[in-house]
C-alpha cells in the first residue's frame, strides 16, 4: 500500500513542557490553531477525538479520529477511516534538542486510493496548512 505524507518541522524555543501543555489542551486549540477547531475529546490510546477542520478552499467539515499512539511531551496521532478505499493520519511531534530547545513536526499522512487522488488533488493547500499549524504552535509555545 502506497501512503502520500506532508509535514513541516520547525525549531522552537520552548520546553517540552510547554509544547506538549498546548497539544494536551484540547478547547484550547481554538486560541492558537488555524486549521482546527472546536476540538474535544481524549488523549488515551484508541480515544475519540473530534474536532472541525477548515483548510484553505476545501469545505469546513467535522472530524471523528481515533488516537492510535500517543506518549506526553512527545508524540499525539490520531487515525481517521473515511470509507474502504481513504485513511488519514494525522500527527504532532516533539523532540527535545536541549532543555528549552525543541523541534517540533506535524503532518498528514493519507492511504488507500482515494487518501493518496486527494493527498495529489489538494497538495498545496495541505502544504499551507501543515506550515500554518507550525508557525502557530511555535508562536504560541516562544511566548
Known amino acids: 500500500m502506497d501512503i502520500a505524507r506532508i509535514e513541516k518541522r520547525i525549531g522552537v524555543r520552548a520546553s517540552t513542557d510547554r509544547l506538549w501543555e498546548i497539544i494536551a489542551d484540547l478547547p484550547g ?18 480515544g475519540q477525538i473530534s474536532l472541525t477542520e477548515t483548510i484553505e478552499s476545501l469545505p469546513e467539515r467535522r472530524a471523528v479520529a481515533r488516537v492510535g499512539e500517543w506518549q506526553p511531551y512527545a508524540q499525539l496521532v490520531w487515525m481517521e477511516k473515511r470509507g474502504l478505499w481513504f485513511r ?7 523532540e ?5 530547545s525543541c523541534i517540533v513536526a506535524n503532518g498528514f499522512i493519507f492511504s488507500g486510493l482515494r487518501g493518496e487522488m486527494f493527498f495529489d488533488k489538494h497538495r498545496i493547500r495541505l502544504r499551507h496548512a ?12 516562544e511566548v
Open 88 to 94: 488519514s493520519m494525522r500527527y504532532f511531534e516533539i
Open 29 to 46: 486549540w481554538d486560541r492558537w490553531n488555524p486549521i482546527e477547531t472546536s476540538v474535544e475529546g481524549t488523549i488515551a490510546y484508541g
Open 130 to 141: 501543515v506550515d500554518a499549524v507550525a508557525e502557530a504552535w511555535k508562536a504560541t509555545a
Open 96 to 100: 527535545e534538542l536541549e532543555p528549552g
